[in-house]
């Protein structure tokens, strides 16, 4: 036995049909009149004596594999990928986006509805894409236009850009992204213009967004949309953080919030219905707006970097050690 398992030529022609020609071992056994054992002896040896090299590809997306599985086991997400931490937020918004951008190439479907929100790390992620596969997905935003924002920065714009990578279809959604209340809210939803993109954002596959806070740079603070009253308003009732402009705080909870989230989009409680909802936000900053998305369920795939991966780890320690209390 031990001469057959050293054979080499044998060892090759082995490695050949099962790794080329994607014949099954036991076929392989009874086309070569040895056991089945034997042919796993064989492909342990020509990998032992590198006949065979093994290469895992994008290796990039997977090098925080056990911090990610982690993270999945506490929080009950569906998946969870990780970057590098940056020293500045406009790499780290690109990291982000390039791994984002792989990641939609992977779990975009043929026929597929996927909703976007606004910001620059969805810009980054669009503008890195190349290479998909899918076909005949449809794109709509899920938040309207974005007042003071760079125009290429929306929503609208945003899922203009993803229907050409695809070359897909974009359905606008031609409205304010925030109006005063909710009385000129609901009458706009109304609007028959509005029908055909409301109803796509009620049967999404997949929707893209972007995890914002109150931090100089955030939407909040740079669309217009929002007085300085308001932002007070926002910080004395400890908001967390807010996804297409709708506001939660640490434990996902919208309801003190309400008089500001008059948007014109998805409502932030029919995202947990959606069966792939990907939150993309880094840097420590972003920690209180990442955990109140998760525990609101809005999200159930979390694209981060290290810093905030450990950062959730430990608060998943605290709020064991406060339960104990």
């Known amino acids: 036995m031990k001469k057959v398992v050293n054979d080499i030529r044998l060892m090759i022609k082995v490695c050949d049909m099962y790794y080329n020609q994607n014949v099954s071992q036991q076929q392989i056994a009874s086309g070569l009149n040895i056991s089945r054992p034997t042919v796993s002896r064989l492909l342990s040896s020509a990998r032992e004596q590198e006949i065979v090299k093994i290469s895992v590809a994008n290796m990039d997306m997977v090098k925080y594999w056990e911090l990610e599985k982690k993270i999945i086991d506490i929080y009950q997400l569906q998946d969870v990928v990780i970057v590098d931490s940056q020293s500045d937020e406009e790499t780290l918004q690109c990291e982000l986006g390039r791994l984002?951008?792989?990641?939609?190439?992977?779990?975009?479907?043929?026929?597929?509805?996927?909703?976007?929100?606004?910001?620059?790390?969805?810009?980054?992620?669009?503008?890195?894409?190349?290479?998909?596969?899918?076909?005949?997905?449809?794109?709509?935003?899920?938040?309207?236009?974005?007042g003071n924002i760079q125009m290429e920065m929306n929503a609208n714009s945003l899922a203009e850009a993803f229907s050409r990578v695809y070359q897909g279809r974009f359905v606008p959604l031609h409205a304010p992204a925030r109006v005063s209340n909710s009385m000129i809210r609901d009458?706009?939803?109304?609007?028959?213009?509005?029908?055909?993109?409301?109803?796509?954002?009620?049967?999404?596959?997949?929707?893209?967004?972007?995890?914002g806070g109150l931090n100089p740079t955030s939407a909040p603070m740079v669309t217009g949309y929002f007085k300085e009253e308001d932002i007070s308003f926002l910080r004395e009732h400890h908001v967390a953080g807010e996804i297409c402009l709708q506001f939660y705080d640490c434990s996902g909870d919208t309801f003190p919030y309400r008089n500001q989230n008059n948007i014109i989009g998805l409502e932030l409680r029919k995202y947990r219905k959606i069966p792939c909802s990907i939150g993309i936000a880094g840097g420590k900053e972003k920690i209180p707006a990442i955990l109140g998305a998760i525990r609101g369920q809005y999200i159930n795939v979390l694209i981060t970097d290290a810093q905030c991966a450990h950062a959730l780890i430990e608060e998943s320690y605290c709020d064991l050690t406060d339960q104990k209390m």
Request: hydrophobic share 45%.
């Open 100 to 146: 984002a951008g792989k990641y939609l190439e992977y779990h975009i479907k043929d026929d597929f509805v996927v909703g976007v929100s606004m910001g620059s790390t969805l810009y980054q992620t669009v503008s890195q894409m190349s290479g998909v596969s899918a076909r005949n997905v449809t794109f709509v935003p899920l938040i309207g236009g974005m």
């Open 187 to 211: 009458n706009l939803m109304k609007e028959e213009s509005m029908e055909e993109v409301l109803r796509m954002e009620e049967c999404l596959d997949v929707a893209v967004v972007g995890i």
